[in-house]
C-alpha cells in the first residue's frame, strides 16, 4: 500500500497514472512475476484516471472532445495489448519497458522550455479549448495541431497502456504538449480522462486470464489512491518546468534499471 | 448546483458526479473485501467483494463513454456521437474476449 501511494503521488503530478513507477516497484523491488505487477498497475491506472477526473471537472482543462476522438486510437492499441498479453515474453516486456520509459526521458528533456500558449482573445477552434491558469494568473487558449500525429500516439500509447501497465499518458502528455499545442495541464488532465477507457480496454482481459491477484490489486489501488491525493495536492502549486525535470530524472532512473536487466 | 447552458460544460459535470460515485462505490467494496480478506482468508464473502470492487472499477470508465453517447445525441453533435460509439465497439470487443475466457 505504501508503494501504491507514492507511485500514485507521483503520477497525480503529470496525470500519467502511477505504474511507470508501481510496476518496476512490484516488479523488482516485491518480486511479482511482470505480468502480474502490469495488470495490478493497470487497475490503478483506472483508479487514478477517475480519480484525477472528478479533481479536474469544472475547470475547463479536460478537452471532452479531443480526449474522445483520440479514445478511438487509445482503446484500439489497448484491445491489441490486451489480446496479445498473453503471449509475450517476460524478456521482451523488459526490454519493451526500458525502451519506453528512456524514449519518454530524453523527450521531455529536449522540450523543458516550450509553451502553447495563444493570446487570450484567440479562437481555439473545435478541438482547441481555453482555462484559467492558476500559476500565472490569467486565461490560456490553445488549438490543437497535428492531429493525425495525435491519434498514432494515442494508439502507441493504448499499446503500451495493455502491454506495460503504466497508463500510456506519459506518452501522450509530452506529446500533445510539445507537438500538438495542447498546454502541459490540459494535456495532463485529458490525458488523465482517457487513461481510464485506455486501461479498460485490456483489463478485463487480463482479469479473465487470472493476471489480476484480487487482494493485490484492492491494496495497490487503495494505497495509488491515498498517494494522488498527496500529488494533486503538490501539482497545484509546482512548476511546470520543476515537475518536468523531476519525472525525466526518475524515468531515465527506470529505463537504464531496466535495460541492465535483460543485458 | 445551476446547470450550465453549455452542454459540454453539463457533460463533463455528469462525468465527475459518475466518476466520484464509481471511485466511491468501488473503494468501499474493495477495502471491505480486503478486510474481510485479511482476518478471514478462506472465506468466499472477501474474494467475492473484491472480484466486485475491482469489476466496479473497471465499469466506471466504460460507464462514462456510454453517457458520453447520450450526451452528444441529445446535442446533436453528430460527429462525436459517432466517435463515441466506435470506443463502444471496441470496448465491448474486449468484454466479449474476456467473457469467453472466464471458465
Known amino acids: 500500500m505504501a508503494a501504491g501511494a507514492v507511485a500514485g503521488g507521483l503520477g497525480a503530478l503529470l496525470g500519467i497514472g502511477g505504474g511507470v513507477f508501481l510496476v518496476p516497484f512490484l516488479n523488482s523491488v516485491i518480486g511479482l512475476p511482470i505480468k502480474i505487477a502490469v495488470a495490478t498497475s493497470l487497475m490503478t491506472v483506472i483508479a487514478t484516471s477517475s480519480v484525477v477526473s472528478v479533481s479536474s471537472v469544472g475547470r475547463n482543462l479536460i478537452n471532452l472532445r479531443l480526449g474522445m476522438l483520440l479514445e478511438v486510437a487509445s482503446a484500439a492499441g489497448g484491445v491489441g495489448a490486451g489480446l496479445m498479453f498473453h503471449a509475450l515474453s517476460d524478456e521482451t516486456l523488459f526490454l519493451w519497458f526500458a525502451f519506453v520509459t528512456g524514449l519518454i526521458a530524453v523527450m521531455m528533456l529536449s522540450r523543458l522550455d516550450r509553451r502553447n500558449v495563444l493570446d487570450a482573445s484567440a479562437d481555439p477552434g473545435r478541438l482547441g479549448g481555453r482555462y484559467y491558469e492558476d500559476e500565472s494568473g490569467r486565461e490560456v487558449v490553445y488549438q490543437v495541431k497535428r492531429l493525425p500525429v495525435a491519434l498514432g500516439v494515442s494508439a502507441l500509447a493504448g499499446v503500451v497502456s495493455g502491454s506495460l501497465g503504466i497508463g500510456g499518458g506519459i506518452l501522450k502528455v509530452p506529446l500533445l504538449n510539445a507537438w500538438c499545442g495542447v498546454p502541459l495541464r490540459a494535456a495532463a488532465a485529458t490525458s488523465a480522462l482517457m487513461i481510464g477507457v485506455t486501461a479498460a480496454a485490456s483489463a478485463p482481459i487480463q482479469f479473465a486470464n487470472h493476471y489480476i491477484q484480487p487482494p493485490l490489486a484492492a491494496a495497490a489501488v487503495l494505497g495509488v489512491l491515498a498517494g494522488s491525493r498527496f500529488g494533486l495536492w503538490f501539482a497545484g502549486r509546482a512548476k511546470a518546468r520543476w515537475l518536468k525535470l523531476l519525472l525525466a530524472g526518475i524515468l531515465a532512473l527506470v529505463s537504464v534499471v531496466h535495460f541492465a536487466k535483460v543485458l | ?103
Not at chain 2, 47 to 52: C, E, G, Q, W
Not at chain 2, 77 to 86: E, N
Open chain 2, 1 to 103: 448546483m445551476t446547470s450550465p447552458s453549455d452542454p459540454l460544460l453539463r457533460l463533463e459535470q455528469h462525468v465527475g458526479r459518475l466518476f466520484a460515485a464509481g471511485v466511491a462505490v468501488s473503494t468501499s467494496i474493495l477495502a471491505v473485501g480486503l478486510a474481510l480478506f485479511l482476518f478471514a482468508p478462506d472465506a468466499p464473502a472477501g474474494s467475492r467483494l473484491l472480484d466486485a470492487g475491482l469489476l466496479v472499477l473497471m465499469a466506471t470508465p466504460m460507464l462514462r463513454v456510454l453517457l458520453s453517447v447520450v450526451e452528444y445525441v441529445r446535442m446533436g453533435d453528430w460527429f462525436f456521437a459517432g466517435t463515441t460509439l466506435a470506443v463502444i465497439a471496441e470496448l465491448s470487443v474486449t468484454v466479449l474476449s474476456a467473457l469467453r475466457q472466464k471458465p
